[in-house]
């Protein structure tokens, strides 16, 4: 016949404040060893079971009692592969595809569009007369404002905002018409 697990209520306070203090590094610890949650959750519960049914273990200091607790750890780790019951995570086609594509931007067929705009756009800017070209990569690609793109071409901050803003507009209706053209 089984002993009690607890004696008393101290017993089953302790038992419970030395499982707030090491269950989540012990988790930690095993999750890094088994390959399921599940699987660590069995082993945590049999390492704390052990803690209960031993009698000496409540004697004993509280480096000790860690100690203890970290031996324990070791041996369910080994008794657990040594009964060779590892088992395979099963994950369900549907649902890993269904989460790598959660972001539609990340699908195939959207990064295929992407980069198919991407060279249209490229080809769409080569049109451009060479000044437009370098007033969208000042503003665009090195960030400066119109004022610093004047300074360094030697026009005016309005010139430079005509300039930016006739470039824009041109992208913008060629891409239309050319993108109107592919879909039909």
Known sequence: MHQPLFRDNTDAGQVSALYQQHAPQIFTYLRLHLCSKEDAEDVLVEIFLACLESSA?????????????????????????????????????????????????????????????????????KELPLTQQQVLRLRLVNGLRCKEIGTQMGKSEEAIRALFSRALNFLRSTYRQKKGEDDD
């Open 57 to 125: 273990f409540h004697r004993l200091a509280e480096t000790q009692q860690r100690a203890w607790l970290w031996r324990v750890v070791h041996h369910k780790l080994v008794d657990f592969y040594r009964k060779g019951v590892v088992r395979q995570r099963v994950l369900n086609v549907d649902d890993v595809v269904q989460e790598i594509y959660y972001d539609e931007d990340l699908s195939p067929e959207r990064l295929m569009e992407r980069s198919e705009d991407y060279l249209l756009l490229h080809e769409l800017v």
